[in-house]
């Protein structure tokens, strides 16, 4: 059990540019969440997916955000246009289940600063 | 919707101190509890759960029951080290849909002093 690996773990970039993180969920586990933390806060959720389908998109992710998990694996979250306010933390998690709750499991996180 | 509520922080204690951070919530249904722990620049690390009343999780020394009555998992430690000094969330599963989503609380920095 490797754990959850996220990819990179700080990202600086100018206002306008595009970024794009990726993260390798715990291998046999066939569910997948990105939250994203601010400063002093805690994890927010952004989306899910049950293997390669996203099942649900919070409010908090705009147009500009759109997440993909191809073939079930990996997962990556694109960010278009960044915008000062996406500087956040961005986190994964993994868990695995076909009903009820399960436990997740986080990734080091991806430090994005906009400037 | 559910939410939860930490003690505000920072938290100091000196080694060897008793802990207590409060976390209440606020769900419909019956959530599972979590207590997680990030350490500086580092992602979140599960430190114990409970998935139903009366549940009690435990983890290195860490403990947090499960209180239906009082909405409440309140997370504890007999004897701090500095080590432990880290920032604490409380969370509650979201379930619906079939699946569960984490709502956290906002995090209490706890400091421990040698």
């Known amino acids: 059990d490797t754990g959850v690996s996220q990819d990179p773990r700080h990202k600086i970039t100018k206002r306008g540019q595009n970024v794009t993180f990726r993260c390798d969920p715990i291998?046999?586990?066939?569910?997948l969440y990105w939250y994203r933390q601010t400063l002093g806060q805690g994890p927010e959720f952004l989306t899910y997916?049950?293997?390669?389908?996203?099942?649900?998109k919070s409010r908090l992710l705009s147009d500009r955000f759109s997440a993909e998990r191809p073939k079930g694996s990996f997962s990556t979250l694109e960010i278009q246009r960044t915008e000062q306010g996406d500087s956040a933390m961005y986190l994964c998690?993994?868990?695995?289940?076909?009903?009820?709750?399960?436990?997740?499991?986080f990734g080091p996180g991806t430090r994005l600063t906009v400037l | 919707g559910d939410s939860v509520t930490q003690m505000e922080g920072p938290v100091t204690l000196s080694e060897e101190a008793f802990l207590t951070i409060n976390c209440t919530y606020t769900?419909?249904?019956?959530?599972?509890l979590f207590w997680y722990v990030q350490y500086p620049g580092e992602g979140l690390q599960l430190l114990l759960k409970?998935?139903?009343?009366?549940d009690k999780g435990s983890n290195k020394g860490f403990e947090a029951t499960y209180r239906k009555e009082t909405t409440s998992f309140h997370l504890e430690k007999g004897s701090v080290q500095v080590s432990d000094s880290a920032v604490y969330f409380c969370?509650?599963?979201?379930?619906?849909?079939?699946?569960?989503?984490?709502?956290f609380g906002a995090g209490t920095r706890l400091a421990v002093h040698p």
């Open positions: 409970a998935t139903k009343a009366d």
């Open positions: 998690a993994s868990g695995s289940g076909t009903g009820g709750a399960d436990t997740q499991y």
């Open positions: 291998s046999e586990h066939n569910r």
């Open positions: 969370a509650l599963s979201s379930f619906s849909g079939g699946y569960n989503k984490l709502i």
């Open positions: 997916f049950q293997n390669e389908a996203q099942l649900e």
């Open positions: 769900a419909t249904g019956y959530p599972s």
